[in-house]
Structures are given as C-alpha cells and as structure tokens.
C-alpha cells in the first residue's frame, strides 16, 4: 500500500507500484486534470509536480511518489491557481483546451521560481508541452501576465 499526498491530502494506492501517476490519479483517485496525451513523456499534457517540480506523470511510476506532494492545477496555492487562469481567459490561450492543465503547471512551475521571466526564459520552461492548435504566443503572452498579477 503507497501513501500518497495529492493536493495536500491523503491518499493511498494498493496496486502495482510501476503504474504510472497519471493512471492512479485518474482511474483510482478520481482526479481527471491531468490528461493522456502520447504516453511517452513527449507531450506535456500529463504535467504535474512532484514536490514542486513538474513531472510527467504518465511516465513516472507511483512508487516515485510515495512520501512526496502530488499537486495537480487544483492544488495550486490559492493566488496563483486564479493568476494563471485570469491570463488563460484574457489571453484567450484555449482552443481545444485539452493541454492547459499540462500548459498552466509547467507554467506555474516556472512562475513560482521566477516572477518577472524573460521570453526566452518562458520558451525553455514551457518547452515540451505541446499545443496542437498552435497558440504558443497567446501561452506566452498568458505566463507573463500571470507572473505579474501572481508577484
């Protein structure tokens, strides 16, 4: 039985320790943000963080999280949940919608270490994350409005 921490609260998981995070968070614990996209590590749909740092969890076991935080974008502290997702709206970011949760946590990740980034600085932090329907600048112009209204 793995002992797990998911948006600050208990959980546990009594399977097979290789089963990936996104498995366990979505099909045993109910928690459907974090999205399967290529299975593979690629994608950035399935983005978490794993004592804060971003992960892909549908490639990462469970095991690597036993004794660790799992936040997902409804774990978010209160004032940077709400920054990221005021910017998404203004920004117009979502066409699809199906990788903004990814999107917003390797932004938010990014954020909470750095609270004026660069351009440049956005583009290698949210590397990784694929946008089918192509709105990079909008997630660009999103993550800096975001780290002013979180700073």
């Known amino acids: 039985m793995l002992k797990l921490n998911v948006n600050g609260k208990a959980a546990s998981f009594d399977g097979d320790p290789e089963t990936p995070i996104l498995w366990v968070l979505r099909d045993h614990l109910d928690v459907t943000s974090p999205k399967f996209g290529c299975g593979m590590a690629l994608c950035g749909a399935c983005t978490v963080h794993l004592d804060g740092a971003p ?28 920054a990221l997702q005021d910017a998404w709206i203004a920004e117009e ?59």
């Open 55 to 82: 992960i892909r969890s549908c490639s990462t076991p469970v095991s690597a999280a036993a004794g660790k935080k799992i936040t997902t974008v409804e774990g978010l502290p209160a004032k940077l949940g709400k």
């Open 93 to 151: 970011v979502p066409q699809c919608g199906y990788c903004q949760t990814g999107q917003m946590m390797s932004a938010a990740a990014l954020i909470k270490t750095n609270k004026n980034p660069s351009n440049e600085q956005i583009v290698a932090a949210m590397d990784g994350n694929v946008c089918r329907c192509g709105t990079y600048s909008r997630i660009q112009k999103a993550v800096t409005r975001a780290a002013k209204a979180s700073a």
